[in-house]
Each structure stands twice: as C-alpha cells, then as structure tokens.
C-alpha cells in the first residue's frame, strides 16, 4: 500500500501510534480456521498473543477511511503492537438530534471535526453532505478512548474539550450561557460518561487471561508430555505449583483492581446543578455532564467532577480526584490500567539468556534423535524423549523461582511501611544511582511557618520582629494587609484557603465573618467579608472622669470590609484587594506577592536601598520572603466604581510596608538520609516550584550541596526581537553583585585534577541551578548542552508539574537510573516517569507512584533502594541457579540417553521438589544488608563476570559429572547391568537381600537401573547444592548465607540425607529412587569426586571470580561520579587482584556504556566546560547537518 495509508495518531504525545487499516478477508479466515484445527488450537494460541499476525493472517490492507480493523503500533522503544475494530455510532434514532444539523456532519458515514458551535459549519459543507444517507460516525476504542474520523484532518482523532484551541475570551463570551437540552444530548452522546470506569473483570475473565499465558501453555504441554512417558508424580506435583501460582496471581491482580475502582468510584458521581441556555437550573448528575455545561458551585462546596473554568464569583479549589479518562488524571488512571512494559535490562537478558537454553536444548533434541534412530528406539519412545529434553533445558519452574525474591522483599518492604503496586519495580530500584527530592513536604516540613515580620519606616527597614499578635501593631496598614489580602472563606465553619494565607492570618489572631446567605440576598449581594481583632487586643477607650459618656461616643467597632479582591495570579505573582476600615470615608488598597515584583510597582522612594541586600540574605538562609505595600485610594472611587476597575489601576504608586519572612524548617531526618545516599554514590536532585535562591539554600542545609561546592546558576532566555536564545552563566553566592566585578578569580573556577587515569579521577565540586523556564529554553535550544547539566544539575526550582516529568526524562536519556520522591498531586507525572517513584502521600500522588510510604520521610528512600539491591542479587542468584541445574540435569540425561537410559520418575521428583523448589525458595529469603555501600550491583545478565560465573560452573560441573560417568565404566566390577548383577556381592548380606529381589522380580522397561545411572543421579545431586551455596552471595547487598537459617537448615538436612542413602544404603529408599547396588569403594570415590568438585566450584566463584566481578562493578560506578569514595569491603582482595590480573585486563581505558559516564570523560578534556560566571552562552540559528546548534560562549 502507498506510504500515505499509514497514519499517525496522538502525534508528538507519550501514546504516539502508528495507524494501519484492515478488511476482513473471507479466504484467508477459511484458511486460518483449517489451520487452527489442524494445529490442534496452537494455531489460534499464537495469533492471540500476536496481534499482528492475527490481522495480517485473516485480513488484506484498505485504506483508513474505510477500513473495518486498524492495527495499531506504538513509536516508542517497545513497538508493540494493538488491533481494534471499527465501530459505528449512529445518530439518526436519537429524539434531540436535527437531521438538518446531522446530515452537516457527516459524509459518507465519517465524522468530520467537532467544532464548539454546529452553527459555524459554513455553506458549502451543509450542500456537499445533504446527499447522505447514513448517519454514523465511525470510530474505535483503544485503552478506555474513543477514536473517531475526522475528514478535516483524513484521520483517527479522539474528542477534545474545550480546554484546547479555545481562548479565555471565547470561554467567557460563547460558552457562559450554558448548553440547550438538545446540544447537551448530543455532546453526550459523543463524549460518553464523564467518569473513569474501572471494571473489576470476572475471576473467569481473568483466570482465562492467566492461563493463556505462555508460561502457563508451556507448562500445559511439559505435563501432557511428561503423562504420556508416566511422569505423573512429577507432573501432578507441576499442576499442583502451577494452580498455586495462578491463584496468587488472581488474587493479586483482583486486589489491585478493586483498590483502583473504589479509589475512583469514591470521587466519580456527584449531583450538579448546571445553567442553561434560558436561564433554567437542571439538576443532573456529575456522570452526564459535557464539554460546555456551565456548573453552579453551591455555597457549602462540592467535589469537582471535572476540569473546570471559573467564569463568575469566587471560589477556593483544592487538589481533587477528577473523572473522564481524557482528564490528565484520567491519563493518569489509564496509565495505571494499561502501563508500559518494563524496560530493564535484567529482563531482557533473561529472554536472551532462556533463548541460550532453547537452542541448547534444539541441540539435545537432535542428538537424541539421531541417537535412538542410530540406536533403533521406537518412533514413540524418540518422540516422548525428544521433547522431554526441551522441558529439562527450559525449566518450568522457572519464572515461579525468579519472583520469589521480589515477593519477599516486597513482604518486607510492607513490614517497613513501604507498599509497592508494581513489584517488578522492586528490582530496577536497586539500580537506583540518582534520586530526585521535592522539596516542601518532602525534604522539608510540609508547611510553613510564620518567622517573623521586617516592617519598613521612612524608608528604612525596622529590626526583625516575632510577635505580630499585639496591641501596638494591630491598627497598623501592615497587619491590616495580612488581615485582608488574601483568599480565605469559611466551609461550613471551618476557614479554608491557601496554606501560606491561613499561617499568615493566624499569626494575627483576627476574626473572618463572612454574609449570610440570608444576609447576601437580602443586600442584593453586596455584604462584604469582614475581618477584626480579637476585643482583647484593642486599647479601652474610657471617657473622662468629669464627662458622660453620649451615645454616639460609645467605644468604636474597628472592623475591616473587603470590598473588592483581585486574586493571586501565578503569572503576575501577586494579588491584592480593596478594603475599607469602619467608619473611614476612603478606601484602601493592599498588595502582597512576590518582593521584586511588589517592589517595582512601589514608588521608588518608598522602597530601602538596601532592600535587595534583605531580601537576599533571607532567601540564602531558605526563608520565604513575601512583600507587602499598600495606598490609600481616592476619595472619589466608590464601590460601584471598584467593581468594575482594573487590577491594574489599583495596582500602581503603593507604598512598600515591609517583609513577611516565612520558614520551611527542614525534617529532622533529611541530612541523615541525604548523607547515607551521598555515602552510597547516589546523587541527589532538588525538584521544587519554590523560589531558586530558597532551593539553592535549603539545597546547602540539607547537606545536598556541600559548603565548598560551587554553585552556577543557568539563566536561559528565549529567542526574542530577532535575537537567539542565549544562557547567562552566574554563580549563585554572587548573583546581584555580578555587575560590580569585572574579572574572574581563576582559583574561583572549579578545577579539574586529572590524575594518571580516569579510574582514580577526582574532580572538584559544581553544581548547576536553573528555574523551569530556563529548562524549558534549554531542553528546546540547547540540546547538546542539556545532557551536559543533568550531569551537574542539583537544584530545579520554580517547575511546573510537566517539567518534572520532563526532567526525569532528561536524567534517563543519559542513562542515569532515576528515583523520584515526592508528595503531591504536582508530582504525579514524575513519580510514574521515574524508573522508582515513591510517594509520600497516601492520597493522589500514591495512585501514579509503584511506592507509597505510610511514613512521610524520605528515609524510605534508602531502605527501598536496599531491598530493590537485595532482590536484583536475588534474582541473579536464581537465575544463575536454575540454569545450572537445567544445564546438569540436561547434561545428566544426555549422558544416560548415550547408553539409552535416562533418570527415574521419583528421581526426577526428588532432584526438582526435594532439592530445586526447596533451594530455591530458601535461598531467597536473605534479607538485605544493613547499609547502602558505594557500589551497585550488576543491571543484566550479559555481562563479564556474571557470564563467567555461570560458564564456569557449567564447566566444572559437566567435568566432573563426565569423569564420574566414564569412571565408573573402568571398575573392575563394571559391567552392563542386568537384574542379576551382583557387583557388590549382595547373596552374601541378608542387609541387601530386598533391593535384590526387587531387581529380579520388577522389570526395567526404561533401563532406569544400572550404574551409571546411580553415579551420575549421586554427584548431579550434590552439584546442585554445590552450586545453590556458591551462588548464594551476601555482603554488600545481602545478609550473609548464614543467617538465612531456613536455607542453611534445608542444605544441611538435604546433605546429610544424599549422604547417607549414598554411604549407608537403605533398601526401601533405594527401590523408590531405582539405585543400583554398587561396591561400598565406589562410594567412597564419588564421595571423593564431589569433595572436589565443591572444593574446586567455591573457589572459582568465591576467589577468583569474586576479584574479577568487584573490579568490574567498583570501576563502573567509579567512573563519572564526583566524589571521594570509601573503598569497598573487598580491598585488599581488589588490591591483590589488580596485581595478579593485571595482564588479563590490560592497561586499555574501557569507554564506559552510560552515557553521563562518557560524558564525564569528554568534559574532563574540554577546557571551556564548567562555563565561567559572568559569561553568556548563544545558540547560533545555524543548523549543522546532525540537527545541533552551534554554541558560541561571549564573555
């Protein structure tokens, strides 16, 4: 088909998706349904899990518009694959619909685009669609959204709201008088509920998704297999783990369901009142609501069901769960439901690696073809057998054995106080190597307190005062302002607003009423909020001795009104009001904001000269700093003239008043876990919508930026006036002094000590500081530079909730394992993007995070990432464990298929439950180590010392496994056993008189019993706990072997019984495992094979492979980072490697693979990187041929 068939949808978004149209084709479903029977139903098993084969197996390409299946392709680095069908929505039954209006939007069956207004579609479009007859919108859903043809646009487009391409303007003059009843029905009809549903499946749903799987097919055909050749102890004992496992698993995923569905039903369905467009009040529930509804907010508050524009009135808006999955918390929800594929690299080593054993056991399945072929077996037996091997290479148990770690550290984490609802995460945080903080709530108190007052008078600043609650100040202009500029109201008693305003007007102790709404209607609404002093605070005023008090000399009232406010605007970054004192004939104006910004609306004379040398002192030591100024408003300005006026004409010519300090106090135990990270090599990142001299200050508290480190703040500009965007380069202690000096002091530049390599580099400390509207300049203009100030950037401050997650973002794309703490619905984004997201919260944030901690301290942050590196040794320790075994035990069978012989049944059952399941689930109970060190463990599989690990021990057991086989053929005694073989003169001991008469009455169809069996069945035995307790690493990342007490008890008892069925014989025993007698001598022998094998295992794992992998791990982490590291526990034996490998490794410089720890190489040789202050770095508009900008630095 022609290029233009493929379409893209969600273009530029997260969702971006490639767009493929589909017929059905009636030959090619006749030929896919013989196939399906002929295949015995694998046929129809295979298109189920590949949605991409299935629509290309039964249907043929046809153009989008009028195809009836599209096959769906995600951009990201997952390409997976979706189907869906296209469905029509018909609109010509509905009772509130006009034909006239509907045949406008449709033509041949597609939708065109929505627009706000039916009334606009222009007269051509009416004339060109008149003709049609059907009158359906095709569309189709994907992952909860709907889908429809938009003709405009010659593709798929799902509805948009009116909160895109609509301006403010257009909200307040079309779209205020609401919707007719008819308009509604149909929006409704398009958009659909206005709720996000989350359907709790059917246990029958889910049971059928779980058994469908391939592991669980797999497993299906290895127990048919094994039934057929009379494993049935071995494969009832698989069904029996297999329908474990499926019931955990179900009932796991059912929990999960049913918490998301009453989390979002708690906040779904409300009742509203809506306006329409006659002025009538409906009341309807929140679920039926659309896209224009104009809302009426009762008094006493309600649950914001939806995204909503204010257009008149006031209200107070608290962060809340909303509905419809087109909402941002919808996509939220939708990602929850439907989430992306894990992209670790343990993961994808293990599908590499289990496509290193299938081919291993291809190899088995031709050999033992071609063996009993050579050998004559029958075509049933080499069938049975053939397959049989690939079920031994490839180890059912396998998955089941890979989750147990996580499961137990996920019992532990919850022990802790940490939940987790995605466990596989659990292992990707013990790669953790950067960790971003919020900053309030998270690294520091959740509010603010009030610290004190800095008032100004003739234009000087006054000493700092504490108690703003007393007599002399409570009739000031300054108090005055914090009484009334602000946003508070009362919710059914209780006063509600912003966190910062309710500290402010509580340090005061005033009194806020508010008008009845008797009160409101009866004064037509013009009953103003009142704020006053509490009676103790005012001065008594008494009348003189010798006069009488009068009546209109009774003790005044000091009451203020507010009679007009002007809300905080975050573009503005203040708000103010008008207010009037009882009894006072003009009114007054009140301002607070932001001090730079209030400042420049002040007269300048007003304003101290040393304000700027204030302010920056407080906002150094982490205060937040609010201004405040106020001017008294000309007599002729009434009330009716205040309510119509400009913000903008109030807001000029004030009086500057003073500083209101405020204190985020850090949490007790921030520096203690920052250090505990620092210590750990982990960097930490300061995320924040506060001010950046504030983040940069508590960034220094917190011990984040340590006293001696440099910090150089990045003020980016966009292009403007012709101009090209450009960064000023600024160190942060001298960032309002920099006009004054016009040299740089050389030994104030960061200075890089370059030693002899780069693995015993150490680079002085920089960090990097910038707002969000300067990441935002960089990450657009600059992006060559941008990968080179994640690797230094520490504080982020003043980011919007989009930029967070773009920052995280920013980290990953240079290979940074990125955690992310956080405690607010602000940080939901970044707490789903991080590769560890942990939420202190237990309300929004902890819906999008896989962690939530029931406490909030961000001492969580490490006890995760030990668990996250005790389960990822974990999983390496059972990896490598189950693919020895498959490769022994297939190792075993192959050599016995030689003699065409193979394991018993209860052989099989004792190797895999007895031995394998018990080990494996024992081993994985080791609790992680105590303290985070300075390295971090392996991210895959394929990797040097992991490799050699399991290839040696591949090695050392098949050696010795071989030697045992070809061995015992060289005894004198040795030969091809038959029921009366007597090798170890059993007529002459009554002791072995019952194991003789079962070989001479039962009959060995299989030839189970004869000495080769029992040889290799003995030292395969031991090699498997050889192995379990070679692979079985503690220190750094877990707690020793040792004191996993279940595991070391199960290899003791496991040992102690091999032990003595192998030296001490006994009948019953050797009848059920099918042991053959063999002289006592030989016994000894193999005892003696398996001493060394253990002996020649533990060294290679324990010694010489542990030098090699620490070196390697040591190295890694080492490069790149900017820090002095403590050795690790194995120095001496890193020391002594380093001599004795020396050769072996090579004096070459490995390019590290992370991309920050490459970058670090390059700019340790690039001598115009760190920036120096005072400089101005411009992206030249020049496009090179790669797509990057030319940076030119301007001193």
């Given at each position: 088909?022609?290029?233009?068939?493929?379409?893209?949808?969600?273009?530029?978004?997260?969702?971006?998706?490639?767009?493929?149209?589909?017929?059905?084709?009636?030959?090619?479903?006749?030929?896919?349904?013989?196939?399906?029977?002929?295949?015995?139903?694998?046929?129809?098993?295979?298109?189920?899990?590949?949605?991409?084969?299935r629509v290309k197996a039964t249907c043929v390409r046809a153009a989008i518009k009028d195809c009836e299946v599209v096959l769906l392709r995600t951009t990201d680095e997952f390409r997976m694959w979706f189907c869906a069908k296209i469905r029509l929505l018909s609109l010509e039954t509905h009772p509130f619909l006009s034909p006239t209006s509907m045949t406008n939007k449709l033509a041949n069956g597609h939708a065109v685009h929505l627009t706000e207004n039916l009334a606009t579609e222009n007269r051509h479009e009416m004339s060109k669609y008149l003709q049609t007859q059907p009158q359906q919108i095709r569309y189709f859903t994907h992952h909860s959204v709907k889908y429809f043809w938009n003709d405009n646009l010659h593709n798929f487009d799902f509805l948009k709201g009116l909160d895109e391409g609509v301006s403010c303007t257009s909200i307040y003059e079309k779209h205020s008088a609401g919707l007719t009843k008819g308009m509604h029905a149909y929006r409704k009809l398009l958009y659909g509920v206005n709720e996000i549903t989350v359907k709790v499946p059917s246990i029958f749903k889910l049971l059928i998704k779980e058994v469908l799987n391939p592991f669980y097919i797999f497993?299906?055909?290895?127990?048919?297999?094994?039934?057929?050749?009379?494993?049935?102890?071995?494969?009832?004992?698989?069904?029996?783990?297999?329908?474990?496992?499926?019931?955990?698993?179900?009932?796991?995923?059912?929990?999960?369901?049913?918490m998301l569905h009453d989390m979002v039903a708690a906040h779904s369905t409300v009742r509203v009142s809506v306006c329409r467009v006659n002025g009538e009040i409906e009341e309807i529930?929140?679920?039926?609501?659309?896209?224009?509804?104009?809302?009426?907010?009762?008094?006493?508050?309600?649950?914001?069901?939806?995204?909503?524009?204010?257009?008149?009135?006031?209200?107070?808006?608290?962060?809340?769960m909303l509905t419809g999955f087109s909402t941002s918390k919808g996509q939220l929800v939708r990602s929850i439901l439907y989430p992306k594929p894990t992209d670790f690299k343990l993961y994808r080593d293990a599908y590499l690696f289990l496509l290193c054993l299938v081919a291993v056991a291809g190899i088995g399945f031709i050999y033992t073809i071609v063996n009993s072929v050579l050998n004559e077996v029958e075509i049933g037996d080499i069938i049975i057998e053939s397959l049989d091997i690939i079920t031994i290479t490839v180890p059912p148990a396998l998955p089941a054995a890979m989750t147990a770690g996580i499961v137990y550290a996920q019992r532990r984490l919850k022990k802790i106080g940490i939940f987790c609802i995605s466990p596989q995460r659990i292992n990707i945080c013990g790669q953790l190597n950067l960790v971003c903080f919020d900053k309030t709530g998270t690294l520091t108190e959740d509010g603010l307190d009030l610290w004190g007052i800095q008032r100004v008078e003739n234009t000087r600043f006054l000493l700092p005062e504490e108690n703003v609650c007393n007599e002399i100040l409570v009739k000031s202009q300054f108090v005055a302002c914090m009484a009334t500029c602000h946003s508070l109201t009362k919710i059914e008693g209780v006063l509600s607003g912003d966190p910062l305003d309710l500290k402010m007007f509580e340090a005061i102790g005033w009194i806020l009423e508010e008008a009845t709404e008797e009160e409101t209607a009866l004064h037509n609404r013009i009953m103003p909020t009142v704020v006053r002093p509490p009676k103790q605070l005012l001065p008594e005023s008494t009348p003189a001795g010798n006069q009488e008090m009068e009546l209109f000399e009774l003790p005044a009232i000091y009451e203020i009104g507010i009679v007009r406010q002007f809300p905080f605007s975050s573009a503005l970054?203040?708000?103010?009001?008008?207010?009037?004192?009882?009894?006072?004939?003009?009114?007054?104006?009140?301002?607070?904001?932001?001090?730079?910004?209030?400042?420049?609306?002040?007269?300048?004379?007003?304003?101290?000269?040393?304000?700027?040398?204030?302010?920056?002192?407080?906002?150094?030591?982490?205060?937040?700093?609010?201004?405040?100024?106020?001017?008294?408003?000309?007599?002729?300005?009434?009330?009716?003239?205040?309510?119509?006026?400009?913000?903008?004409?109030?807001?000029?010519?004030?009086?500057?008043?003073?500083?209101?300090?405020?204190?985020?106090?850090?949490?007790?135990?921030?520096?203690?876990?920052?250090?505990?990270?620092?210590?750990?090599?982990?960097?930490?990142?300061?995320?924040?919508?506060?001010?950046?001299?504030?983040?940069?200050?508590?960034?220094?508290?917190c011990g984040m930026i340590l006293p001696q480190d440099k910090v150089i703040i990045a003020e980016a500009l966009p292009p403007k006036d012709g101009k090209v965007a450009k960064i000023n380069w600024h160190y942060a202690d001298t960032l309002t002094q920099c006009s004054n000096s016009s040299a740089i002091d050389s030994e104030a530049i960061p200075v890089k000590l370059v030693h002899d390599s780069l693995e015993n580099l150490q680079v002085t400390r920089y960090h990097f500081a910038m707002n969000g509207k300067s990441f935002s300049v960089i990450l657009e203009h600059f992006q060559d530079l941008a990968p080179k100030l994640m690797l230094h950037g520490t504080v982020f401050a003043r980011m919007a909730p989009d930029q967070k997650t773009q920052l995280i973002e920013a980290l990953q794309n240079v290979d940074y394992f990125v955690g992310m703490c956080g405690d607010g619905a602000n940080d939901c984004g970044a707490l789903k993007r991080a590769h560890g997201g942990i939420s202190l919260s237990e309300l929004e944030a902890s819906v999008a995070s896989p962690f939530t901690s029931k406490t909030p301290s961000i001492s969580c942050v490490p006890n995760l990432i030990r668990e996250g590196r005790a389960a990822l040794m974990t999983s390496f320790c059972v990896f490598k464990f189950m693919a020895l075994y498959s490769i022994i035990q297939y190792f075993s069978v192959t050599l016995l298929y030689s003699i065409l012989s193979n394991l018993g049944d209860f052989q099989f059952l004792f190797i895999d439950l007895a031995i394998i399941l018990v080990v494996v689930f024992t081993m994985s109970l080791n609790p992680a180590w105590k303290e985070l060190v300075a390295q971090r463990p392996p991210s895959?599989?394929?990797?040097?010392?992991?490799?050699?690990?399991?290839?040696?021990?591949?090695?050392?057991?098949?050696?010795?496994?071989?030697?045992?086989?070809?061995?015992?053929?060289?005894?004198?005694?040795?030969?091809?056993?038959?029921?009366?073989?007597?090798?170890?003169?059993?007529?002459?001991?009554?002791?072995?008189?019952s194991s003789h008469l079962y070989n001479e009455t039962e009959l060995d169809e299989h030839n189970i019993q004869n000495y080769e069996n029992t040889t290799v069945f003995f030292i395969s035995s031991f090699q498997y706990l050889i192995v379990a307790i070679a692979f079985s690493k503690g220190k750094p990342f877990r707690q020793p072997c040792y004191k996993n007490y279940f595991f070391v008890v199960s290899v003791i008892i496991l040992y102690v019984f091999i032990l003595l069925i192998m030296l001490h014989p006994v009948a019953s025993v050797d009848q059920v495992l099918q042991i053959v007698c063999v002289p006592y001598q030989w016994r000894i022998t193999m005892l003696m094979i398996v001493l060394v094998n253990a002996l020649v295992s533990i060294m290679v794992e324990n010694f010489f492979l542990d030098m090699v992998l620490w070196k390697v791990v040591f190295n890694r982490d080492k490069q790149g980072e900017y820090r002095f590291t403590t050795q690790p526990p194995q120095e001496s034996v890193d020391r002594w490697g380093k001599c004795c490998l020396s050769w072996a490794l090579g004096c070459s410089k490995k390019i590290p693979k992370a991309k920050y720890m490459y970058l670090a190489q390059e700019l340790l040789v690039d001598p115009e990187w760190p920036p120096k202050p005072q400089t101005t770095t411009e992206a030249k508009a020049l496009v090179k041929e790669n797509g990057s900008c030319q940076i030119i630095t301007i001193t």
């Open positions: 088909m022609d290029k233009e068939e493929r379409k893209t949808i969600n273009q530029g978004q997260e969702d971006e998706m490639e767009i493929y149209g589909y017929n059905f084709c009636r030959w090619k479903l006749a030929i896919v349904s013989l196939g399906v029977v002929c295949t015995g139903g694998f046929l129809l098993l295979l298109l189920y899990w590949m949605p991409e084969w497993q299906l055909f290895s127990v048919i297999l094994w039934s057929t050749d009379e494993y049935y102890y071995y494969a009832l004992a698989i069904v029996i783990m297999s329908v474990v496992s499926i019931v955990s698993s179900l009932y796991s995923i059912r929990k999960q369901y049913v529930f929140s679920t039926d609501l659309v896209p224009g509804d104009v809302m009426v907010i009762p008094l006493n508050g309600t649950v914001m069901p939806c995204d909503a524009v204010l257009i008149n009135g006031t209200c107070i808006v608290n962060e809340s970054q203040r708000m103010s009001v008008v207010a009037r004192v009882l009894g006072d004939k003009k009114m007054d104006a009140y301002m607070k904001g932001a001090p730079e910004v209030i400042a420049g609306l002040c007269k300048p004379e007003t304003v101290p000269i040393d304000f700027e040398k204030v302010l920056e002192e407080y906002t150094k030591q982490g205060f937040r700093v609010i201004a405040l100024a106020h001017r008294k408003l000309e007599s002729k300005l009434t009330w009716h003239k205040v309510q119509n006026i400009s913000r903008d004409v109030i807001e000029t010519n004030m009086d500057f008043m003073g500083l209101i300090v405020m204190q985020n106090k850090l949490k007790q135990e921030t520096p203690a876990v920052l250090e505990d990270l620092h210590k750990a090599n982990i960097r930490t990142v300061m995320v924040t919508g506060d001010n950046m001299l504030t983040a940069v200050s508590v960034a220094r508290d895959g599989l394929i990797s040097g010392a992991l490799l050699f690990s399991v290839l040696s021990q591949i090695i050392i057991c098949i050696g010795f496994q071989s030697l045992g086989f070809f061995w015992v053929k060289q005894q004198s005694w040795y030969e091809v056993w038959h029921p009366q073989s007597d090798a170890c003169n059993t007529t002459r001991s009554l002791h072995w008189n």
